[in-house]
């Protein structure tokens, strides 16, 4: 038994490797989101849209004369989301604000709603779980998350265009990121 080699039947190992190269890669697996719709307005009509929707809709009250109001912008080259969050005291806004930054690149496109103890909020989610979001709170303390969310004063119809719009936007920002940060080193990864 000593030094006796393994053999393997010739017709395992082509099962094997047929196996192999049929299996579809993973890329080839993945659907597209059918939240991440490329047709449609485009990336500024689509921010107007956002704006609109937000600027119109009233504050999120969440007690002790407080409301928050949220507030979206993109970047001038559209790699970024800027998601601002207003707090007013009994009416007169503060310069304490919240604010977050997505990296387009690294969000997905489909939003996820709720609602809270404040109502209706939307989700943005890291792809992967990965902490992408920076954000800074009204304590200007930064911290890095995997997700975030704003709360909306919004009904359910107006809440759901809202979270299509911004799927919508996210999704044209991405390829727009993709068309324009194609890396051409062979070695990066």
């Known amino acids: 038994m000593q030094g006796t080699p393994l053999k393997t039947p010739k017709y ?16 080839a697996q993945a659907q597209a989101d059918p939240a991440c719709k490329l047709e449609g307005p485009s ?22 004369g407080q409301t928050w109001q949220a507030r979206l912008s993109v970047s001038p080259d559209g790699t970024k989301i800027f998601n601002e969050t207003f707090t007013a005291y009994n009416g007169v806004v503060s310069d304490m604000k919240e604010w977050e930054v997505f990296p387009v690149q690294a969000i997905k496109c489909s939003l996820t709603s709720g609602s809270g103890k404040y109502g209706p909020f939307l989700w943005i989610d890291c792809e992967d779980g990965k902490n992408c979001v920076t954000r800074r709170d009204v304590n200007a303390d930064i911290t890095y998350t995997a997700q975030s969310s704003f709360h909306v004063n919004l009904d359910a119809d107006h809440c759901d265009r809202l979270q299509r719009a911004i799927s919508h936007l996210i999704a044209l920002l991405q390829k727009q990121y993709s068309e324009t940060h194609t890396d051409t080193d062979p070695f990066s990864k």
Do not use: H, K, Q, R
């Open 12 to 27: 395992l190992t082509f099962a094997i490797l047929l196996v192999l190269l049929l299996w579809p890669s993973p890329s």
């Open 43 to 64: 990336i500024a009509d689509t921010l107007t849209y956002i704006s609109g929707i937000l600027s119109s809709s009233p504050p999120v009250a969440v007690g002790g």
